[in-house]
């Protein structure tokens, strides 16, 4: 990946997605339950997988990363620009994850990575505002989205998925923002349960 910064916050590490765990991360996004809230349901082959690494690992505009708890990769996120400029340029960013153990899904520690994912943005992006979307269905990560201090906007949006060959649906996403204040209070809240 063009960037090589750890993020080490809130009991866990951030580090930069590498080719070598391709393989783990495609097997990850292909489980049904990690799939289920995405906006691709498409299956992921090790081609495609290769195909959208080698477009990805220099687009200044997205980084990708691997979540470690305890030196163990448990999941994924990554942060995207919402206006197109470079992320350390852009002042909206829309960032993403997931957990891909079962045993981290629904715990307190599934907000950690977020957190350090949010707090990087804030302090070393110097970002303004954090965008997250989330399908109405998704109940689990409406919740979420609301406890790490993101506020929902009044208007939801509509995208279009799928491809020619297994046809098109229309999905409804809550459109949620985040900037630092909140992001603040909502870690402070986490304090208590933080062992670093």
Known sequence: MWHQQKI??????????QRQQLELLRQWRNDPVIAAPMLQQQLISAEMQQQWFARVQQDKRQAQFVIYYKDEAIGACNLKSADGLELGQSETIESGFYLAHPRFRGTLLAFFPALALNQYCFKSLNCKTLLAQVKLSNSAALRFNEKLGYQRQPDNVTVQTGDELAGFEQVELAVFTLNNENHLQAAAAFAPFIRN
């Open 8 to 17: 080490s916050e809130f009991s866990v590490e951030l580090r930069p997605l």
